[in-house]
């Protein structure tokens, strides 16, 4: 038996010991919040639209759910075309269009009850058999979204042009035994479905106003016995034009991208490129993401571009401070332990040695 002040120190370790157990699961809870609300739902709001490129910009919508697009008028040849499967009712998908004057004095789950404009239903337009079209003027210097709503009960496939369709057949939709497609050309790495090979290393591009690339990779890096590796990505591009936030990139998984493509849910990335600036040249924007990925996992990672013009962006796989954005594309790189060397050649055969950080 236990003495009184034995059996009083008994009841006060059990009741710190529940106590404890108590802090405990109410901090893992908030960290289980913090890390799930990392992840955002691309195209669930305005705020996360998507930019909407000067091509095809095609995609499911689950029964109930809308996508927001965000347009660069520079890029934007003043008219949409929505195309959507024949047998969708012309009330159950909805295209309008929102100023970003009116969207910024509401929250993030409500928008204005008028738009800027509204897609009529058409019977047909050029070689298409059904579509929603808007034509209108637009204002270069201002900032518009396009909401596209489902609100049927079954998903639809879309296809949203910022043109009209070419009186050739170009881009008409033709159908088969499954599904309806568009025969068209279009750019590699434009749609997750087209997305590059993503080889080790620096990898150099340019894209237009509004435009975005997909890339896929794998990781097995037999220097990490993990099952996870570690994982960084660098993005650099120019110009900047004092608009840095509006050049990004983001990485999903194979899995949320094949779902989000059946329409069974929304896009959540599972990490983005963080903003910062260690070169401190104004010129040029940066932006680094940093993290773990499972071994031989397929993996996409898409660069977008939100600004009203062209840029040259350049992506590394390794966390990369001061790099040397030259125009050559003769480049060798060469990754040690400690170092870094860029082997960039020239006119006058300089080279460039940089320092990883440690």
Known sequence: MFSYPEKRLYILLKYLLVLVALVFSTSLSMVVLWLSSAATATGDTPAAAVSLTNHVNTGVLAPNQHRWFRI?????????LLVTNPASASQAFTLQIFEQT??????QDTFPSSS???GQWTERVGTQPAGILWMG???NSQTYYVRLANTSTTSVDYWLLTRQPQQDGS?????????????????AGREPHLALDLPPGR??????AGAARWYTFTRNDPSQWSHFQDLSFTLFFTPSDGNRYNVNFQLYTAREVEAWQRGLGRLNNFGAGMLTSRDDDPNTGERIWRGNILRDETYYIVIENG????????????????PQLGLDEDFTAVFNQDDI??????QKHSYLQLKMPK
């Open 72 to 80: 660069v008028p520079p890029n934007f040849e003043q008219n949409l």
């Open 102 to 107: 009116q969207l910024s004095q509401l929250g």
């Open 116 to 118: 800027y404009g509204v």
């Open 137 to 139: 003027t637009i204002d």
């Open 171 to 187: 881009d008409q939709l033709q159908s088969n035994e499954d599904s309806s497609l568009l025969t068209l050309d279009p750019e």
């Open 203 to 208: 990898n150099r591009g340019r894209l237009p």
């Open 307 to 322: 600004l009203d013009r062209e840029v040259d962006y350049w992506l590394y796989d390794q966390d990369i401070i001061h």
């Open 341 to 346: 060397a860029l082997n960039e050649r020239n």
